[in-house]
């Protein structure tokens, strides 16, 4: 797994350092390098345009032996998608985007759609923080380890066909779900098992948490 640690809400120290031990590479965009030293972890990348973290920490994560990969402030980039694009290089397969929402509502959406991105690249992106976990689904995917806890269904291509829900409170069999029409909102999970298959289209799933990750 490769941990990407955006700019948005920050992460307990917790969950960033359980995550960080379990990670073959901690790529910090920007801000998240702070969040990383903030939990005493030294990150292996730091990507963009260093627009918010101050010359003397980057410097800092230099004498550490940290790589610095800077870029301009003009650019079509974002910071969290140069990080992930650098992830997606490294071959990661498994990629979780840490502190990927926040209070700038823009930057959350574009998070989501780099969900996406990552989907049409081969890689199996997720974002995390202490209250959400989403994730896309295309094919076919389990839930596993939520047993009770709250879960939307949300299609992010225009149509969804072919949607089979097995182990929620509200199963369903070959659904459609279009945008515009959200009624895939505040399902349960009702084992410690669920299972999600789409035929055509990419659906976005939600699954509320109940305790710091």
């Known amino acids: 797994m490769i941990l990407v640690v955006s700019g948005g809400e920050p992460p307990s120290k917790k ?3 359980r ?3 379990q990670s073959e590479l901690v790529v910090a965009a920007d801000i998240g390098a702070m969040y990383c030293l903030d ?5 292996d990348v730091v990507i963009g345009d260093m627009d918010s973290l101050a010359a003397d920490l980057v410097q800092r994560l230099r004498t550490d032996g940290v790589e610095i990969i800077s870029y301009p402030k003009d650019k079509d980039e974002t910071d969290t998608l ?3 694009d650098y992830a ?3 071959h990661g397969k498994d990629i979780i985007i ?3 929402l926040g209070n700038r509502f823009d930057h959350s959406i574009a998070n989501l759609h ?6 049409r690249r081969g890689s199996r992106a997720s974002i995390l923080t202490s209250m959400h976990y989403i994730f896309l689904v295309d094919s076919e995917r389990y839930i596993e380890g939520k047993k009770g806890h709250t879960v939307s269904f949300l299609p992010l291509t225009e149509k969804v066909e072919g949607i089979d829900l097995d182990g929620f409170k509200y199963d369903v069999k070959s659904a459609i779900m279009e945008i515009g029409f959200p009624y895939g909102v505040s399902n349960v999970i009702l084992g410690e098992r669920a299972f999600v298959r789409v035929k055509t289209g990419v659906l976005m799933a939600v699954v509320s948490l109940r305790e710091d990750v």
């Open 15 to 17: 969950s960033l350092r």
């Open 19 to 21: 995550l960080s031990e």
């Open 39 to 43: 939990a005493e972890i030294t990150p």
């Open 82 to 84: 140069l990080a992930l």
């Open 88 to 90: 997606i290089e490294r």
């Open 98 to 100: 840490l502190s990927g």
């Open 114 to 119: 780099l969900l996406y991105r990552a989907l």
